[in-house]
């Protein structure tokens, strides 16, 4: 879903956040609207403070647009970021503030990075 109003200055680019609906990815995607990036929201589908996310961006002045999808799987981390760049232009910042299951050990790259830097899975 993108959302979009008249934007008071221009874009200093675009950023991605996983984990943005709540806490530290909702803090951090709002503090770059404020510092003038549009901004993809991420967290898991049916997340409904996703919504109030892109809502606040798009009363910044920015554009924003959510993403849902669950980061541990490689194909929708890869589509994230094709319809990120399609919606909003770019991909030129991107922070993960997801967690990971406290049932499953860590990878050792997470895979949101590895996929965005095309490194490979370990």
Do not use: C, W
Not at 12 to 36: N, P, S
């Amino acid at each position: 879903m993108l959302s979009s109003q008249s934007q008071s200055q221009p874009s200093k680019g675009v950023a991605l956040v996983t984990g943005a609906a709540r806490g530290i990815g909702r803090g951090i995607a709002l503090r770059l609207a404020e510092d003038g990036y549009d901004v993809a929201v991420n967290d898991l589908p049916g997340t409904p403070e996703l919504d109030e996310v892109v809502k606040m961006i798009v009363d910044k002045g920015r554009r924003a647009l959510a993403t849902p999808g669950d980061v541990s799987e490689e194909s929708v981390v890869t589509e994230m970021i094709q319809s990120t760049v399609k919606a909003l232009g770019s991909l030129d910042v991107v922070r993960g503030a997801h967690a990971f299951s406290p049932t499953e050990p860590p990878s050792p790259l997470p895979p949101l990075f590895s996929v965005s830097v095309g490194l490979p899975r370990a």
